[in-house]
């Protein structure tokens, strides 16, 4: 007995070992930033990164001198609108391709996987030329009509769709129920787990965009927070490094609070799957 518990528990202890050891190298970069966002600016210049004078000045002054405020409200307006229209549109897409029989179903959902290989980075030029041609630069549209769908989002939600037992169609066109109530009432709350999964990947892909609204946004009505971040630097306070760190300290929170909402529902989804 003690020869067979002796190689297992050694191997749990190297596998934690390991574990820790890569989690302080994923979490030492943001933690050495959260703990020089408390730091006076000279100390960071002089390097003196174990002084105990800490205090929230750095997020006072970020608060009260920059615009940090209005960014994280753009972000919040651009990140929100774009995760409803991809939950609506992907979550009726994917319907249609599981529910609804038509001619091409097959070539046109393999059409839209086909939009998967192309990198955002070759779509950048024909997207710019058309928003800049129906006059939307500049404005929150600009930020959201491109990211109104998403070929994954479709893919990811189809496939989902696909696991529903079949039974629960026949009973519903035997109550005669409708396509929308079928897809209201027993689609979307079979499936809400995977729904929640789109709709924090979609939140956060908007939260982190960079290259397109540094193309299409150009004053701060309308600048989302990483780009206002890049802004802030090429400003008068770029030598002061801790107000810097401080917004971005600021800046991760409603990541980590959207991470923590959506781990806690993936959890409670497992669970009652399990139960199941």
Request: proline share 5%; aromatic share 16%.
């Amino acid at each position: 007995m003690d020869l067979v518990t002796k190689p297992k528990l050694s191997r749990r202890i190297w596998d934690y070992a390991l574990l820790t050891i890569l989690a302080v190298i994923v979490l030492a970069p943001f933690l050495i930033g959260l703990w020089t966002s408390f730091l006076p600016t000279m100390q960071i210049a002089q390097g003196n990164f174990l002084s105990t004078k800490v205090s929230f000045q750095n997020y006072i002054d970020a608060f009260t001198q920059t615009p940090i405020l209005r960014y994280l409200g753009n972000s919040l307006v651009i990140s929100t609108a774009t995760m409803i229209a991809q939950l609506i549109f992907c979550s009726m897409s994917a319907y249609a391709f599981v529910f609804l029989k038509f001619k091409g179903r097959k070539f046109l959902f393999g059409l839209f996987l086909a939009t998967m290989m192309l990198p955002f980075e070759a779509e950048i030029i024909p997207n710019f030329q058309t928003v800049k041609a129906m006059g939307l630069l500049n404005s929150y549209s600009v930020m959201v009509i491109p990211f109104l769908t998403s070929a994954f989002g479709v893919f990811m939600l189809r496939q989902s769709f696909m696991q529903m037992p079949i039974e629960l169609k026949e009973a519903a066109d035997i109550e005669g129920l409708g396509h929308f109530q079928f897809y209201w009432k027993m689609v979307l709350p079979y499936n809400r787990i995977p729904l929640m999964t789109l709709g924090a990947y979609s939140f956060l892909g908007a939260w982190n965009q960079y290259l397109w609204p540094m193309l299409t946004t150009f004053s701060n009505d309308f600048r989302p927070v990483q780009n206002g971040l890049r802004q802030l630097q090429s400003e008068e306070t770029f030598n002061d490094w801790g107000m810097i760190q401080a917004t971005a300290a600021i800046v991760v929170i409603p990541t980590l609070i959207v991470l923590f909402i959506g781990q806690h529902y993936f959890k409670s989804g497992v669970n009652e799957g399990a139960v199941k």
